[in-house]
T-cell receptor, first 113, second 115 residues
Framework: ETGVTQTPRHLVMGMTNKKSLKCEQH?????MYWYKQSAKKPLELMFV???????ENNSVPSRFSPECPNSSHLFLHLHTLQPEDSALYLC????????????FGAGTRLSVL | AQSVTQPDIHITVSEGASLELRCNYS??????LFWYVQSPGQGLQLLLK??????LVQGIKGFEAEFKRSQSSFNLRKPSVHWSDAAEYFC?????????????FGTGTRLTIIP
């Protein structure tokens, strides 16, 4: 029980589809993160939101569109993805100030056909 | 920019044996250091962290890690592994960026336990 819930756990989509990943944290944190985990590569930070404001976009292609309506919810909208976008997408949250630990969800395993 | 190296991609140890997973970092200042564990199909769980003070830190599940500034290392140890410790282990270095903790992860070490 990590306090960070991601849905769906698995997603298969075609390159022309539009889908969304959802993340919800029940920890009262102020910062939320999206990471991409691909095989044999380090976790890649994609986006950071702090108090609902985007504070980091790590040169992510525009086919990934994040949304943070409040400090508890984070979405990742997907459209016209490529097969190389297949990966595990992890959401994390932290209190937001320095020296704060990030807590991770279980991830969404995405397969793009 | 900071970086993290985990030189061992895969380690196999016998149940009950001791374990050491290596982690080296590159960062200009004193880093915040973390070890996370990821079981199959799961997200990352924090094992332990180093922010300051005592360079030997204790974590959950019987793990410990030692920060050695002279070697830029933060190796993870456990005196006796259990089959349930089989997982992937990630070392990370964190920097504070105006209110956000930015983490840079290593590529991970996969741990296999044999009976």
């Amino acid at each position: 029980e990590t306090g960070v819930t991601q849905t769906p756990r698995h997603l298969v989509m075609g390159m022309t589809n539009k889908k969304s990943l959802k993340c919800e944290q029940h920890l009262g944190h102020n910062a939320m993160y999206w990471y991409k985990q691909s095989a044999k590569k380090p976790l890649e930070l994609m986006f950071v939101y702090n108090f609902k404001e985007q504070t980091e976009n790590n040169s992510v292609p525009s086919r990934f569109s994040p949304e943070c309506p409040n400090s508890s919810h984070l979405f990742l909208h997907l459209h016209t993805l490529q097969p190389e976008d297949s990966a595990l997408y992890l959401c994390a949250s932290s209190q937001g100030a320095s020296q704060n630990i990030q807590y991770f969800g279980a991830g969404t395993r995405l397969s793009v056909l | 920019a900071q970086s993290v190296t985990q030189p061992d991609i895969h380690i196999t140890v016998s149940e009950g044996a001791s374990l050491e997973l290596r982690c080296n970092y590159s960062y200009g200042a004193t880093p915040y250091l973390f070890w996370y564990v990821q079981s199959p199909g799961q997200g990352l769980q924090l094992l332990l962290k180093y922010f300051s003070g005592d360079t030997l830190v204790q974590g959950i599940k019987g793990f410990e890690a030692e920060f050695k500034r002279s070697q830029s290392s933060f190796n993870l140890r456990k005196p006796s592994v259990h089959w349930s410790d089989a997982a992937e282990y990630f070392c990370a270095v964190g920097i504070s960026n105006f209110g956000n903790e930015k983490l840079t992860f290593g590529t991970g070490t996969r741990l296999t336990i044999i009976p």
